[in-house]
């Protein structure tokens, strides 16, 4: 008896012993998160090797839903409305699957968050399907990868890579709207921004005669920034109005000088030389 209760206590001592070792996981987790618009886009996903492998149309069958990693499940966070294949989709969290082929794939967008098998997946939980085309690419990616790329001020690349095979798809955000009545609020105050409405109008194709008026305001209220004179130059160019273009591009990089900022000078240097 006394030697059974020694053999008990002895596999007990072994198997605590046991469930503490800590091992690294074969597929890790990743998060990774990237601002985006207004807001943000977070993307939790493991990780699994290629290990000489052949992965998709073996490891991962042609025509199947697969969970877009392994382990737990993938999933998209929103902090803010996108829209995926023109379809909105409400800020939260979301399931990022996929069902590969050889050529094209269909990404899914899902309320289900946590499928790791095709068995556990609802269609009538889809939120949109769009179709990826495969693209191959040369340098083999040994770990699956997802990678947030191409970002815009309203649109972003979401790609998935692994071995050899690499799929993206495109997620809009309507930033406009809301940043034109912002704008349009803040330049009821008493500080209005104009060097900063004068550069969003510059760049996202608005009014650059509404545009320049702001920018000659900035540089109204603080005449020594010569980044401000900068972007007024750019403006002026973009206007076709050269001679001033060159005026205000003197002016900035004289400035710049005087602050010891020599790649403000580069750029200036850069664009009185494509005003020539």
């Known amino acids: 008896m006394k030697k059974l209760v020694f053999l008990a206590l002895s596999l007990m001592v072994f198997s605590a012993g046991q469930a503490q070792l800590k091992t690294p996981a074969p597929s890790p987790l990743q998060t990774i998160k990237q601002d985006f618009g207004l807001g943000s886009i977070e993307v939790s996903f493991s990780r699994p090797a290629v290990k000489d492998r052949k992965v998709f149309g073996d490891l991962v069958p042609f025509g199947n839903v697969w969970r877009t990693g392994a382990n737990s499940a993938t999933t998209l966070t929103f902090s803010d409305e996108v829209s995926i294949g023109g379809v909105k989709i409400a800020p939260g969290k979301y399931g990022l699957l996929s069902i590969p082929d050889k050529n094209n794939w269909t990404i899914i967008i899902s309320k289900q968050t946590d499928v790791t098998s095709p068995a556990a997946y609802k269609q009538d939980m889809d939120i949109v399907r769009v179709n990826a085309a495969t693209i191959d690419f040369k340098n083999k990616m040994e ?56 550069m969003y109008y510059m760049e996202n194709g608005k009014d650059l005669n509404q545009a320049l008026t702001w920018f000659e305001k900035a540089v109204a209220s603080t005449p020594s920034a010569y980044w401000i004179h900068h972007q007024l130059a750019n403006c002026l160019a973009k206007l076709g109005k050269k001679a001033e273009a060159k005026a205000a591009a003197e002016k900035s990089k004289e400035l710049a000088l005087a602050a010891k900022n020599m790649d403000y000078v580069k750029l200036n240097e850069k664009l009185l030389a494509d005003l020539k």
């Open 143 to 198: 770990n699956f990868s997802i990678i947030i790329d191409n970002i815009k001020s309203n649109q972003c690349e979401i790609g998935l890579y692994w071995d050899k095979t690499k799929v993206s798809f495109t997620v809009e955000t309507d930033v406009d709207t809301r940043i034109m009545k912002q704008i349009a609020t803040a330049m009821q105050s008493e500080k209005a921004p104009y060097y900063n409405a004068a």
